[in-house]
């Protein structure tokens, strides 16, 4: 168990937490909350040991292994692979211990060593590296790269690789789905679930948060409060609290009737019936839980977008892509007022090329696009903070794109996003990530786009800024094409979803839930060949195709069970043959040491072939059972 006792804990001068109490029960699932600078961090590295306690008591018991997700980028020479695998600290001094003892042919010692490897499942290492690898998007070819040949994004999901490769009794993550696209923030979730340690995690993705944690603890006013259940239990809770005090008892409502509008104005016009119900359901729920952020510092709407009365963007018969590199064909894509699309895909498989061949920062490899008159697209994507202007502010940025505007219209408008006071006249350049990309959201708003293009817009956001733009979006009257992990964000802003794999564009007919069966088809199928064709919903006739199709996979994956199966029952003889000799005492006598030795090699051998044999028994086992589904 893990106790808090009075905690005061000071950055500077500002106190983040005062006479704080705090009990963590081992097993327990917990999301750490609150606004950016509320102590969070500050929590996990008093956790830590990083840093100590201005008051109070600490306690943690002394025999827990703790792992964290490191936030610096790693710069070094190591593979991918080796990276993951220093997340093992015993992993990594048994092989040493190992090494030296075939190296000063200590027998015994190697016989121990041995058997430390067996304990900790050490011969299977490298497999379950590799699987948390290819969980978090790495493709097999990228598994044996050096750690600084990759981006910062791609770098930090290595630090979470080697955190969730630790054996850890208590595992702490600070924005895991940061730098994480939708398939691997679904693959995280699921391997957080049967995590059976105690989970702390820091995350703004409430969609996340709400299916992995049991617990919510909330910093705010130097106070840490816990909440049983999950964001939404705490959402609901802290609503019906907040809603007893009248002061704000209009601003509530007035929150509640922008909601409300959204979902009269939606039932009715939305195209697919599934879909709509559900997201109908989601908007009512949210007009329920509007006073939990009455408090926000945000809120702010986009300006009414001027009219177009044809399609905005259309592309036709196009094939995308990055020079002599095509990644989609035959597209056809087409943007009409008021279309509101969310993409899904697999990582890699072409969505941000989509986007970017919209905006015109691609040029067609082939086919035609042809713009709107009236067009005004607002474009945002993680790039879009590099190109601020550092030693600008936030004033001066929105008055450089409308000089005609008074100060107080855009000290206003500033207000929306946080920028308050003096802090819309700093300079940016040491603004946090969070700030930047509110930044860059609120001149995308300011520039009164009819046609938003999204790519990962709530990265570096807090919850309640998500909660601010996931509003503003509701009542956009633009066209939308949005590109998340966040899942909440999906639901409550698009009509509907098209899906870009297998180098095809096409609308998908479900939604996130259906999205995530269809990816656990999609990776069992990249299983079996590289170039698999992605299973879209269709007619009868093209189902009883697929149905055949699925048949003649079985036949080899049959065989193929049946190889697996005979080479495990030869593994398994010529262990136990080992075996037997190992247990023959005169083995140990020191004539016999180049046989132990020997034998001992042998086992190890043995023993990894047969680890690797029976993980790819289960593996096939598994595709032949979704198939035969």
Known sequence: MISLSDIELRRGTKVLLREAE????????????GANGCGKSSLFKLLLGKIAPDAGNLFIPSDWNIAHM??????????????????????????????????????????????KMDAINGFDAQYRAEQLLHGLGFHQSEVGRPVSSFSGGWRIRLNLAQALMSPSDLLMLDEPTNHLDLDATLWLEQW??????????????????????????????EQSISYKGNYSDFERVRAERLALHQASFEKQQKRRKDVEAFVARFRYKASKAKQAQSRIKELERMGNIAPAHIDSPFYFKFPEPKKAHSALVNITQSELGYGDTKILSQVNF??????RIGLLGPNGAGKSTLINSLTGDLDLLSGERVYGDNLKIGYFAQHQLEVLDLQASPFLHLQRIRPQATDQEIRNFLGGFDFHDDKALDVIKDFSGGEKARLALALIVWQKPNLL????PTNHLDLEMRHALTMALQSYEGALVVISHDRHLLRNTVDEFYLVAEGRVAEFDGDLKDYQSWLKNFSRDIGLSETVVAELPVDKKLARQQSAESRKKLAPLNKLIKVLESKIDREQKKLQEIEDQLADAKIYDESNKDRLKKCLSEQALIKKALSGLEADWLETQEIIEGLAK
């Open 192 to 221: 957080l679930k049967v995590y059976p340690g105690t989970l702390l995690i820091i995350s703004h993705d409430r969609d996340f948060i709400d299916n992995v944690v049991e617990r919510i603890v909330h910093i705010e006013r």
């Open 334 to 339: 087409d943007l009409q007022p008021g279309t």
């Open 22 to 33: 705090l009990v963590i029960h081992p097993g327990q699932h917990i999301g750490i909350i």
């Open 70 to 115: 490191a936030q610096e980028l790693a710069s070094t020479n190591s593979s991918a692979l080796d990276y993951v695998l220093d997340g093992d600290p015993e992993l990594r001094r048994t092989e040493v211990a190992i090494e030296e003892a075939l190296q000063l042919e200590d027998n015994d010692r190697l016989a121990t060593e041995y058997e």
């Open 453 to 456: 293009l999204l790519d990962e």
